[in-house]
Nanobody, 117 residues
Framework: QVQLVESGGGLVQSGGSLRLSCEVS????????MAWYRQAPAKQRELVAG???????DYAGSVEGRFTISRGNAKNTVYLQMNGLKPEDTAVYYC???????????WGQGTQVTVSS
């Protein structure tokens, strides 16, 4: 069974940096794009950044210029480099993989990012 395994969250001071990793455990067949979402307490889950199989990227306006999404050489790992972190970036961050029609999307278990002021 294909799973997404996240790592790299933690506590950091405002202005600091963190790098999140998401590894596909199993076959990457059928995955067309991957993304990072986040959900803060009492808020809806929102898209942070996405990357397609052709390495086209997209960012939420609130993180553009501070966060960078990228893929590893083996294409089974996605990273989110977060610089210039702000307290409003505090949330649980989830990795997502969109797949071909007929295959359900995949979600990671989530990793907590906390930015102190």
């Amino acid at each position: 069974q294909v799973q997404l395994v996240e790592s790299g969250g933690g506590l950091v001071q405002s202005g600091g940096s963190l790098r999140l990793s998401c590894e596909v455990s199993g076959s990457i067949f059928g995955i067309v794009s991957m993304a990072w979402y986040r959900q803060a307490p009492a808020k809806q889950r929102e898209l942070v950044a996405g990357i397609t199989n052709s390495d086209s990227t997209d960012y939420a306006g609130s993180v553009e210029g501070r966060f960078t999404i990228s893929r590893g050489n083996a294409k089974n790992t996605v990273y989110l480099q977060m610089n210039g972190l702000k307290p409003e970036d505090t949330a649980v961050y989830y990795c997502n993989a969109a797949r071909l029609p007929g295959l359900s999307a995949l979600w990671g278990q989530g990793t907590q990012v906390t930015v102190s002021s």
